[in-house]
């Protein structure tokens, strides 16, 4: 089971390693009629982010290759 929590706009939380690297993920923007969401990953350069409907069937190993993205700095 997952874990389920909610947030509202401008509101975040941190998910940290067993390590003490920690990943602090915001919630930017609340699109009602479209139902989305828009969120701001804050992770070490480390972390890959896999958004699971690129390829859901195939092994994230195999998707990183492919469909890694750089993050980058949010200017705003």
């Not at 923007?29 to 009602?32: E, G, Q």
């Not at 750089?70 to 949010?74: D, G, L, S």
């Given at each position: 089971m997952a874990l389920?929590?909610?947030r509202q706009y401008e509101e975040s939380f941190i998910?940290?390693?067993s390590v003490g690297n920690e990943i602090k993920i915001t919630i930017l923007?609340?699109?009602?009629r479209k139902?989305?969401?828009r969120v701001a990953i804050d992770a070490p350069k480390e972390f890959r982010?896999?958004?699971?409907e690129i390829s859901p069937d195939k092994d994230i190993e195999e998707v990183?290759?492919?469909h890694y993205t750089?993050?980058?700095?949010?200017e705003n």
């Open positions: 389920v929590i909610s998910i940290t390693d923007k609340i699109k009602d139902n989305q969401v982010i896999h958004r699971t990183s290759k492919t750089e993050v980058t700095k949010n």
